[in-house]
């Protein structure tokens, strides 16, 4: 079976990639020394970079995931600033936040980073489009899937095995496959 180390201190990406990959028939391994991120509006650099630096540091093959929500309404907040808000502030203030907005439009956004020895890291994005609920609903998942509408239910409502089939996450994966599949 092909491993894979996946740098992240975040179980709950850990949990859903080892899921999604598992199916594809490779074996995630968490290393959780995590790594210093750049300070950027998009996700893409922030992946790559902590991709490269990982890779170097460990001198192995590694994946890193940089993922975030991304409101309409607020222009794209909390977007780069995702796991801050989320620790710092949490749901109830986001949803607070949008108390007064019509526009619950919104996105989250996963980008894969990907470096082997002496390359240049690579990136594969997914996307899934939703709505800010009004409340939280739901005890499953992590982070902003309780207030994170798909259709008519939050992430948080559906559990990892219905979450990971539409998932940003899901999607970045597809594609980082895709790439192993035709050049691994
Ligand atoms: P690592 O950098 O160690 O992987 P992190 O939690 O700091 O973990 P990010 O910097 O990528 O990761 O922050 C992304 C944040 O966005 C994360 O902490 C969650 O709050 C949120 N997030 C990302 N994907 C999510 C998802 O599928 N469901 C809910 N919230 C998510």
Redesign the pocket.
């Known amino acids: 079976m092909r491993k894979i180390v996946f740098?992240?201190?975040?179980s709950?990406?850990?949990r859903?990639i080892k899921a999604i990959l598992e199916k594809r028939g490779i074996e995630v391994l968490q290393n959780?020394d995590?790594?210093p991120?750049l300070q950027e509006d998009d996700?893409e650099p922030?992946?790559a970079d902590?991709a490269r630096l990982s890779c170097e540091k460990l001198g192995l093959s590694v994946m890193?995931?940089?993922?975030?929500?991304f409101i309409d309404a607020l222009n794209g907040f909390?977007g780069?600033y995702?796991?801050?808000?989320?620790?710092h502030l949490g749901n109830p203030k986001v949803l607070k936040l949008m108390e007064d907005e019509e526009n619950r439009r919104a996105y989250?956004k996963?980008v894969i980073g990907y470096c082997e020895p002496g390359k240049e890291p690579l990136t594969f994005t997914g996307i899934v489009e939703g709505n800010i609920g009004y409340e939280e609903k739901g005890k499953g998942?992590?982070?902003?899937?309780p207030i994170?509408l798909y259709g008519d239910r939050t992430?948080g409502e559906m559990g990892d095995e219905e979450?990971n089939k539409v998932?940003?996450?899901k999607r970045a994966v597809d594609k980082f496959v895709e790439w192993i599949d035709s050049n691994l």
Do not use: C, M, Q, W
Not at 141 to 145: K, P, V
């Open positions: 740098v992240t201190g975040n709950g990406k850990f859903e959780t995590g790594y991120e996700l922030i992946a902590g890193v995931d940089d993922s975030g929500l909390p780069p995702s796991a801050f808000v989320e620790d989250f996963s998942g992590f982070g902003y899937d994170f992430f979450k998932s940003h996450r």
